[in-house]
């Protein structure tokens, strides 16, 4: 292996999460990385992203493979709406070109295995980007439920919420949006690390609440998943509520409160109790872009399967797909059998300084300001 070498990416999508998070990443992942084009629809993006970022290489969506080859790309990373993580997905694959694709990994099992299928018949990687696969936070949670301090875990609950802003495309159903897709995906994950298993059967309730904000999606999800051994997970997910970012995780003898849990944008905090003892830890701000760059680039340059894989974002993707079905239904989904060899754990943390979140370009946040009301009227 070439210790010189670095991975050049493009980014394909120039929303917040890719102006916010992802392109400032690549400061803190020079040691193997390098950002080398920008895909995005945007004339106004693609021109003020390449001159802040040195980025010769831009073009709009069906410019991709010609982007990909004259900047000799080696890794495409996916931040595009979820309904087009499959197309951009196939189109690198067909180009030789691995595949690091913001989750969820797509809308349907059918799109992850096609999604597979390709990496595999072009030989090239595929992961997932689990950005708290790497985070001390969570994977110090999944070590204390494993280890027994609180003795066999029996319960997780989690709720995951926001007041999305009005005209944001997570509130669109073309695009992929919704509660569950993308939040909820956070709470199923997380379960799904805590009890190192996989859910035997799913039942959930989904709203809108009337809400005008919302076209053909949900505003809530609200689900309870059946682990083996008689374990339960439950969690709401809302982007019609305050915010809140939390999971709990209760065994026989004690629990831990993780809250905030999900964010990228500040400290992370544990709250254990075990028998009358109580204790805090927190977890200063990280970067929690650039370890999945680093850790992608290390298994392209060193040969080896990335975790989280393509596999990964199947297992999520199949029991968001029964959680719809067990709401539209009104009655309870059982999944069937799916093996997982690979679970997060702490050989995973990669620890980066934060970053300075940039202003971004035609890209606001898409959550209300504190202050702000809903309905679509500020």
Not at 27 to 51: C, I, T
Not at 66 to 71: E, F, G, K, N, T
Not at 92 to 101: E, F, N, S, T
Not at 173 to 189: H, K, P, R, S, T
């Amino acid at each position: 292996m070439d210790a010189t070498r670095k991975i050049r990416y493009a980014v394909a999508g120039a929303g917040n999460i890719a102006q916010a998070a992802v392109l400032p990443a690549f400061d803190h992942a020079r040691e193997n990385s390098e950002l080398a084009a920008l895909v995005s629809s945007d004339p106004e993006k693609r021109e003020k992203l390449a001159a802040r970022y040195g980025v010769r290489h831009v073009g709009a969506y069906d410019q991709l493979e010609s982007i990909l080859a004259q900047a000799k790309i080696d890794s495409l990373y996916i931040a595009l709406p979820n309904s087009m993580h499959r197309e951009f997905a196939e189109r690198a694959a067909r180009a030789k070109v691995h595949v690091l694709c913001e989750k969820p990994m797509a809308m349907t099992v059918e799109d992850c295995e096609a999604m597979m299928r390709a990496c595999r018949k072009a030989e090239v990687k595929l992961m997932v980007a689990y950005r708290l696969h790497f985070e001390e936070a969570n994977l110090r949670a999944i070590e204390m439920a494993k280890n027994g301090k609180l003795g066999p875990v029996r319960l997780f609950h989690s709720s995951f919420a926001q007041q999305v802003r009005p005209g944001d495309i997570r509130t669109r159903a073309e695009v992929g949006g919704g509660a569950l897709f993308d939040m909820g995906i956070y709470c199923v994950n997380a379960a799904r690390a805590i009890f190192r298993d996989e859910p035997e059967e799913v039942f959930a309730y989904q709203v809108s609440h009337g809400d005008g904000r919302f076209h053909g999606v949900d505003a809530t999800t609200v689900a309870v998943m059946r682990f083996p051994g008689e374990r339960m997970a439950t969690f709401s997910s809302s982007q019609g509520a305050a915010a809140i970012d939390s999971y709990r995780i209760v065994g026989t003898e004690g629990d831990l409160r993780v809250e905030p849990a999900y964010t990228h944008h500040g400290d992370l905090t544990h709250t254990l109790t075990v028998g009358a003892e109580t204790r805090t830890t927190i977890f200063t701000k990280r970067d929690q872009f650039a370890p999945e760059l680093v850790a992608f680039s290390r298994c392209i340059l060193e040969g080896t399967q990335p975790e989280p894989s393509g596999e990964e974002g199947l297992a999520d993707v199949r029991i968001l797909q029964a959680i719809v079905r067990a709401a539209r239904e009104g009655r309870p989904v059982k999944l069937g059998p799916f093996a997982r060899s690979q679970r997060p754990d702490l050989r995973n943390e990669i620890a980066k300084p934060p970053v300075q979140e940039p202003k971004t370009v035609n890209a606001p946040s898409p959550s209300l300001p504190a202050n702000g009301s809903v309905n679509g009227v500020r």
